[in-house]
């Protein structure tokens, strides 16, 4: 059973660019969680989506930031027009059943996003 | 707003020694605890969680306590060893509207000399 997947595991784009950054979650999770790690700085919560669904957007930056999570295929997180302050580690979590239940959310290896 | 503090922020040990990891969260109320260890450039990989209702987890030479009314929890790690060099991460699920979202404490570096 492969583990949540994140594609690309590094990413560098120039300002005013976009960055699209895909997860998978692990096989059965319907439940997807996004985290920043900015440099020198603890992870911190963005956003939490359940297939069509946000649950929870409560750490998303109001503006150029969103989130999907289709029927179909990945999630995506999505950044408009990056500045040098989107640099970070993006981590997605999954998790079979949701939030409220006992169950632990499984990271992937982050993708790590550079803006020159 | 809750708040998860770690100590020490690193650590340096050599092999062999039994340590301890400390996290506070400065709201009581949460619904689960759990600790991770993230290693350089690496994802996260939960180690231990403990529900609201539980004192304790164990899992091998790991041990975490819960002490909710305090806002405290530890990671013992008996007989440590190089490979648990890493960096281990704290981090609170306070349940209620906040559901889904953990708070994670700046985490410990932790050294395991040979």
């Known amino acids: 059973n492969a583990g949540v997947m994140q594609n690309p595991r590094h990413l560098v784009r120039r300002r005013g660019q976009e960055a699209r950054l895909r997860c998978s979650p692990m096989k059965g999770h319907s439940h997807v969680y996004w985290y920043r790690q900015l440099p020198e700085e603890g992870l911190k919560f963005m956003v939490y989506?359940?297939?069509?669904?946000?649950?929870?957007e409560s750490g998303m930056p109001k503006e150029r930031f969103s989130a999907e999570f289709p029927k179909e295929g990945p999630s995506i997180l999505r950044i408009q027009q990056v500045v040098r302050g989107d640099s970070a580690a993006y981590f997605c979590?999954?998790?079979?059943?949701?939030?409220?239940?006992?169950?632990?959310?499984?990271f992937g290896p982050g993708t790590r996003l550079t803006v020159l | 707003k809750q708040e998860v503090t770690q100590i020490p922020a690193a650590l340096s040990v050599p092999e062999g020694e039994n340590l301890v990891l400390n996290c506070s969260f400065t709201?009581?109320?949460?619904?689960?605890l759990q600790w991770f260890r993230q290693d350089p450039g690496k994802g996260l990989t939960s180690l231990l969680l403990?529900?609201?209702?539980?004192r304790e987890q164990t899992s091998g030479r790991l041990n975490a306590s819960l002490d909710k009314s305090s806002g405290r929890s530890t990671l013992y790690i008996a007989a440590s060893q190089p490979g648990d060099s890493a960096t281990y991460l704290c981090?609170?699920?306070?349940?209620?509207?906040?559901?889904?979202?953990?708070?994670f404490g700046q985490g410990t570096i932790l050294t395991v000399h040979p």
């Open positions: 979590a999954s998790s079979r059943q949701g939030a409220r239940s006992t169950d632990t959310q499984y």
């Open positions: 403990i529900q609201s209702s539980q």
């Open positions: 989506l359940q297939k069509e669904n946000i649950i929870d």
């Open positions: 709201d009581s109320a949460i619904y689960n």
């Open positions: 981090a609170v699920n306070a349940g209620g509207t906040s559901y889904g979202k953990l708070t």
